[in-house]
């Protein structure tokens, strides 16, 4: 029998499709340049089914969606308290981009803001990685994650190295603070290449499907990060995942999340479904406004708010 979920998903698409409000991101100039009418909308369930409609083959980067895969992966290279060492749980109520350590402890307030994810990025592979050394071990879990090899699109990632200075910024405060070890130029490019990295909607909902599968991969049955991990992955996805609108977030869709820039947002349920939306046109915290508008209809539709 033919699945109904792609006619729903399509619908989701058209429930949303007029809203054209709200803007590219245009502070790096490839995202500026983006089609913004582009909108595509995947689901992965717990046992590896996987649909998708809309623009569903269009590669865009993954920004701060990155932030999330990257914490797992210092998890596992530092383990759990080295990384609560160097980075906080407590949401942040401020832009991504604030140039901020948290009072008394002077560590960066979490991992999804750029502080913490500079701080995360730094936290991958040894003390005395360089970018290429990080980045190549980030695709690589990354790729195993989406079940195919991706890549750093160059284009975005030399766009946003010329404006790197805010980056450059919050990495010489967190050298300064003992925060970070390494050189801060080579984590914030490492940093700057890992939000480069491009994904279709698909991918990402994989990507969060095994979220969603506390840390199985769906597709392959195999065990890829550690429940504990995943487990404290959605938590601060829960808590700061969508920045200052992480409150308005939880209340109206209830699934952990994380946005990016370049208009993408994953959200993963445990137990049930990863999910993956994506449409350039952001709001003025940085989250895309269709996106987020699916998102409350797949929640709303399916029963998926935690509460
Ligand atoms: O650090 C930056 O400015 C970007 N490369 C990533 C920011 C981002 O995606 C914020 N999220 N909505």
Redesign the pocket.
């Known amino acids: 029998m033919k699945s109904p979920i792609p006619d729903y998903l399509n619908k989701v698409l058209d429930r949303v499709r007029d809203d054209t409000s709200g803007a590219n991101a245009d502070?790096?100039e490839a995202l500026a340049k983006a089609d913004p009418d582009k909108m595509a909308v995947a689901v992965a369930t717990v046992d590896g089914q996987v649909y998708s409609v809309g623009d569903d083959d269009v590669e865009f980067s993954m920004?701060?969606i990155s932030k999330a895969f990257v914490y797992a992966l210092a998890i596992e290279d530092r383990g759990l308290s080295g990384v609560l060492a160097k980075i906080g749980v407590e949401p942040s109520g401020d832009v991504?981009?604030k140039l901020s350590l948290e009072a008394g402890s002077n560590k960066p307030m979490n991992p999804m803001i750029?502080a913490g994810a500079i701080t995360a990025h730094s936290l991958v592979g040894p003390p005395d990685a360089t970018a290429e050394v990080r980045v190549a071990r980030i695709l690589k879990g990354m790729s195993m994650l989406a079940g195919r090899e991706l890549k750093v699109d160059e284009a975005v990632y030399e766009a946003?190295m010329k404006d790197w200075h805010r980056?450059m910024g919050l990495g010489f405060m967190l050298k300064a603070a003992g925060i970070i070890e390494c050189d801060p130029a080579e984590a914030v490019k490492g940093?700057?290449r890992q939000?480069s990295i491009n994904v279709t909607v698909r991918d990402l909902a994989i990507m969060a499907g095994t979220l969603g599968n506390g840390g199985v991969h769906p597709v392959t049955g195999k065990r890829v990060i550690p429940s504990l991990s995943v487990r404290q992955v959605l938590s601060v996805m829960t808590t700061c995942g969508m920045?200052d609108a992480a409150g308005d977030w939880v209340s109206r869709v209830g699934i952990p999340a994380k946005?990016?820039?370049?208009g993408g947002i994953i959200g993963a349920l445990p137990g049930q479904i990863g999910l993956a939306v994506f449409s350039p046109r952001l709001d003025k915290k940085?989250?895309s406004v269709r996106g987020m508008s699916m998102c409350e209809h797949l929640s709303n539709d399916m029963g998926m708010h935690m509460m």
């Not at 946005?259 to 370049?262: D, E, I, R």
Request: glycine share 10%; hydrophobic share 25%; with cysteine.
């Open positions: 502070y790096i920004q701060s991504f981009n750029n946003e980056n940093y700057i939000c920045y946005s990016g820039v370049a940085g989250n």
